[in-house]
């Protein structure tokens, strides 16, 4: 069974820290992304990677950054918390293509206070 | 560019048949997704078509337009658990470009 991981479901932070979300994903997928998903505006694209090392901006990546130094991993960081992100956030992976099928992970819903 | 349109909410009865519609403005369109959501989960893989013409997956079917930029989710004998948001999403027809989400349709499944 194809499986997208992420590690926190729910987190509460300061405005400020620095947050890590990371995500993991058992499918040996090249392409992994993060959208975040607010109501009213939907899946929102952050930032996405086609392979080890590289990363591409999505529609929304000012405030956050990624980090993808394994296939399976796809770290989303947030340098200084603020309260605008505050939201779900979602990773998904694809084989092959970008434009392929998504695989979600459960998602992880910050707050940041 | 790239827009996607599709209803905020919609409200339908127990065994009823509902259409969920989405329209497209996108350069360099491939094809045409939906997910499906229900509230605190990940989206789930419902349908892809690609070519003009009505997908059934048994009570769920799916229809693509690509010369009116349009698609429609059909649900047959809605049940209870139906309720959920459907995410229809755009495919381009460029490889390194992700698809793109609209925002979404709230379906609420009434007795």
């Known amino acids: 069974d194809v499986k997208v991981t992420q590690s926190s479901r729910y987190l509460v932070k300061r405005t400020g820290e620095k947050v890590f979300l990371e995500c993991v994903q058992d499918m040996d997928h090249e392409n992994m992304f993060w959208y975040r998903q607010d109501p009213g505006l939907g899946l929102r694209l952050i930032y996405f990677s086609y392979d080890v090392k590289m990363k591409e901006k999505g529609d929304i990546p000012e405030g956050y950054s990624v980090s993808r130094e394994k296939k399976e991993r796809f770290s989303l960081i947030l340098e200084s918390a603020s309260t605008n992100q505050t939201s779900m956030y979602l990773c998904a992976s694809t084989f092959l293509s970008v434009t392929g099928e998504l695989f979600f992970g459960e998602g992880s819903r910050l707050t940041v206070l | 560019g790239q827009n996607i349109d599709q209803p905020t909410e919609m409200t339908a009865t127990e065994g009823a048949i509902v259409q969920i519609n989405c329209t497209y403005q996108?350069?360099?369109?491939?094809?045409l997704f939906w997910y499906q959501q229900h509230a605190g989960e990940a989206p789930t893989f419902l349908s892809y078509?690609?070519?003009?013409g009505l997908e059934e997956k048994g009570r769920f079917s799916s229809f693509l337009s690509r010369s009116k930029g349009y698609s429609y989710l059909l649900l047959k004998e809605l049940q209870m658990k139906d309720s959920a948001s459907y995410l229809c999403?755009?495919?381009?027809?460029?490889?390194?470009?992700?698809?793109?989400f609209g925002k979404g349709t709230r379906l609420s499944v009434i007795a």
């Open positions: 996108t350069s360099g369109f491939n094809g």
């Open positions: 078509n690609v070519l003009d």
């Open positions: 999403a755009s495919q381009p027809n460029s490889g390194n470009t992700p698809l793109v």
